[in-house]
């Protein structure tokens, strides 16, 4: 129904920039919230940025000043700008989308998930 694809995540060395990218598609009327999260090995997962519909931002204070959270509402994607990356930004990234559906008249809202991409950030 709801599918969330990212794409851009790899292996940089520190210092070095990344381009995270997910596009949601399916039977989508709006999307309030996106966000993307990560965790890494043994961490539990947290909330990296997010950006309403509005175009508000939040960033997790660990990546404020290097990471760049933006969207596109025209092509449902939301991006990732990563700067001045760290080893300890190494971790699974998942993007989330908070949205609205409609199929066959009936229109439902919830929270969808992409599979996630791995960034690892070693020399």
């Known amino acids: 129904q709801v599918q969330l694809v990212e794409s851009g995540g790899g292996l940089v060395q520190p210092g070095g920039s990344l381009r995270l990218s997910c596009a949601a598609s399916?039977?989508?009327?709006?999307?309030?919230?996106m966000a993307w999260y990560r965790q890494a090995p043994g961490k539990q997962r947290e909330l990296v940025a997010s950006?309403?519909?509005?175009?508000?931002?939040n960033y997790a204070d660990s990546v404020k000043g290097r990471f760049t959270i933006s969207r596109d509402n025209d092509k449902n994607t939301v991006y990732l700008q990563m700067n001045s990356l760290k080893p300890e930004d190494t971790a699974v990234y998942c993007c989330?989308?908070?949205?609205?559906?409609?199929?066959?008249?009936?229109?439902?809202?919830?929270?969808?998930w992409g599979q996630g991409t791995q960034v690892t950030v070693s020399s």
């Open positions: 989330f989308a908070h949205l609205t559906t409609k199929l066959r008249g009936r229109y439902q809202t919830g929270d969808y």
């Open positions: 399916g039977y989508i009327i709006s999307i309030n919230d």
């Open positions: 950006i309403t519909s509005g175009g508000s931002t």
